[in-house]
T-cell receptor, first 115, second 110 residues
Framework: DTEVTQTPKHLVMGMTNKKSLKCEQH?????MYWYKQKAKKPPELMFV???????INESVPSRFSPECPNSSLLNLHLHALQPEDSALYLC??????????????FGEGSRLTVL | SQQGEEDPQALSIQEGENATMNCSYK?????LQWYRQNSGRGLVHLIL???NEREKHSGRLRVTLDTSKKSSSLLITASRAADTASYFC??????????WGLGTSLAVNP
């Protein structure tokens, strides 16, 4: 199984809502990533988990809260978002221990719209 | 965060033609990877070229790396309409910080 599965595919939420994005992989990868991508732009790194521990937080606002409950799952909890947070949120994984140089496997993304 | 630069930012060609896109960085290049993204979808890994390699092939793809010029190029030969997508390069950099290029949007017209 070489898939990274993200749910939901689409999410519309108000600025006062609390929602979560989910990501799952069963490739045994121990490095998992959240990226944010705006239209016609490259992915922007948000968070990296390595062996279920948060290893990189790219100064992301606290209204985004990541969680890695186990080695296969990665969540992104959303609360009090702003309209400018509307974007495609991509989850990716790669085998840990590759010093960021191994192939990234991406999910299809969750398209988030904040009203 | 520092970003690489890709050119051209947009490229439109006819089916059957070759497409060349370039990626350059201000930092040193360390194991550069190319990815493809269909509109609104996830990215798909195409090819990795290590810092000690100069050229690599995979099917219709040819990637070159010039570490002295801190640049890489991706050539797609005999393009097809299905190659229409955005193409991004990613560089692990010399401090393990991931740096993405700005991307090239390729349109292959049938």
């Amino acid at each position: 199984d070489t898939e990274v599965t993200q749910t939901p595919k689409h999410l519309v939420m108000g600025m006062t809502n609390k929602k979560s994005l989910k990501c799952e992989q069963h490739m045994g990868h121990r490095a998992m990533y959240w990226y944010k991508q705006k239209a016609k732009k490259p992915p922007e790194l948000m968070f990296v988990y390595s062996y279920e521990k948060l290893s990189i937080n790219e100064s992301v606002p606290s209204r985004f809260s990541p969680e890695c409950p186990n080695s296969s799952l990665l969540n992104l909890h959303l609360h009090a978002l702003q309209p400018e947070d509307s974007a495609l949120y991509l989850c990716a994984s790669r085998p840990a221990g590759t010093s960021n140089t191994g192939e990234l496997f991406f999910g299809e993304g969750s398209r988030l719209t904040v009203l | 965060s520092q970003q690489g630069e890709e050119d051209p930012q947009a490229l439109s060609i006819q089916e059957g033609e070759n497409a060349t896109m370039n990626c350059s960085y201000k930092t040193s290049i360390n194991n550069l990877q190319w990815y493809r993204q269909n509109s609104g979808r996830g990215l798909v890994h195409l090819i990795l070229i290590r810092s000690n390699e100069r050229e690599k092939h995979s099917g219709r793809l040819r990637v070159t790396l010039d570490t002295s010029k801190k640049s890489s190029s991706l050539l797609i030969t005999a393009s097809r309409a299905a190659d229409t997508a955005s193409y991004f390069c990613e560089n692990a950099g010399n401090n393990r910080k991931l740096i993405w290029g700005l991307g090239t949007s390729l349109a292959v017209n049938p």
